[in-house]
């Protein structure tokens, strides 16, 4: 008999790029390549280069099987970590593809791309998004610090062998940050380093949730604007994502909340257009998580956000012995 709980599978969640987005948990919370210094989800607790089966694949695909009636835009691998650590990646993909027609996307930092092993099961997707956030060494170590057999020059050059490969779309995130990436010198490093890789869209992003470290500072909508410019053609300012829950009700209850929280810090706007709650209701669910100590609060230019206490306790021990 099939379990009703769902573990691997989250959402439809709202996307600022891909609407209505079935996540898939592929990774333990915060088992990464990289350790941004903006990340939303916090420090990485499990800096790794490792690929193994870090989820039971047959799992994770009985509980995709049972959000599809949910009718998502995109299947997208993505979560609380880098997709591309789950070894049986490619199986997965595949054994989607039997199951439905819907568009399939990977949500990933690029790090690893640069293995033919990675780069050959992405074939299969529909869309890949992988993340550029610096134009060289220094700031690369400076944004993303990366797993030590990183170096820039590799990620890139990766990237750049997967986009020649690629016959789907690829769309390359920028992650600008003030005092970091958002001077003139260092956007023009990353012009020149999407000339190398030729996506198909660059789209710009910034700090709009808690970022893992409080230096890690936003720009403005405008001053994105200006910086998409530079780009040629210009880039895009991912927009506005909550109206698309405009479109169909979600039900949802404490647990749901939970999950969304578990996985990305949320504000109120975000959990009532998100999950489709009235936001009366919603307020009285947070004061209650509060009151339990099961939610926690901080504020980003002024805006309040919610996250989970045990968000960075759920990996404790997925680590283990495999960090290398």
């Not at 996307?15 to 390549?33: A, E, N, W």
């Not at 595949?94 to 690029?110: M, W």
Request: hydrophobic share 40%; charged share 25%; proline share 5%.
């Amino acid at each position: 008999m099939k379990s009703n709980s769902i573990q691997y599978v989250f959402g439809p969640v709202p996307s600022r790029r891909l609407g209505r987005s079935l996540g898939i948990d592929l990774v333990p919370f915060k088992t990464c390549s990289y350790d941004c210094i903006y990340c939303q989800l916090g420090r990485t607790t499990c800096k790794t280069i490792v690929r193994k089966e870090w989820a039971p694949l047959d799992l994770v695909l009985m509980d995709i099987e049972k959000k599809l009636d949910t009718n998502p835009d995109y299947i997208t691998l993505s979560g609380s970590g880098e997709p591309t650590l789950f070894s049986r990646i490619g199986e997965l993909i595949a054994h989607i593809r039997r199951l439905t027609n819907i568009p399939i996307a990977v949500l990933t930092n690029g790090s690893l791309l640069w293995q033919k092993e990675v780069r050959d099961p992405l074939l299969q997707a529909d869309l890949v998004i992988p993340s550029l956030d610096a134009g060289d060494e220094i700031m690369f170590q400076a944004v993303n610090r990366p797993h030590h057999e990183i170096t820039h020059e590799t990620m890139l050059t990766g990237i750049i062998e997967f986009r020649q490969e690629f016959r789907g779309q690829l769309w390359l995130e920028i992650f600008v940050l003030a005092g970091h990436t958002a001077v003139e010198s260092e956007l023009l490093k990353l012009k020149r380093c999407a000339e190398r890789i030729r996506p198909d869209r660059v789209q710009l992003n910034t700090v709009t949730r808690p970022p893992a470290e409080y230096f890690a500072d936003s720009v403005s909508r405008a001053r994105l604007e200006q910086i998409a410019a530079i780009f040629d053609p210009p880039a895009e300012v991912i927009a506005d994502y909550r109206k698309i829950y405009e479109r169909k009700e979600f039900v949802t209850n404490r647990k749901d909340i939970l999950n969304l929280l578990e996985r990305r810090p949320c504000s109120v706007d975000d959990i009532v257009n998100g999950l489709g709650m009235n936001r009366h209701e919603t307020l009285k669910h947070m004061e209650e998580l509060i009151k339990e100590n099961l939610v926690v609060h901080s504020f980003i230019n002024g805006k309040l956000f919610y996250k989970t206490h045990n968000q960075f306790l759920l990996s404790s021990n997925a680590c283990e012995k495999t960090t290398v």
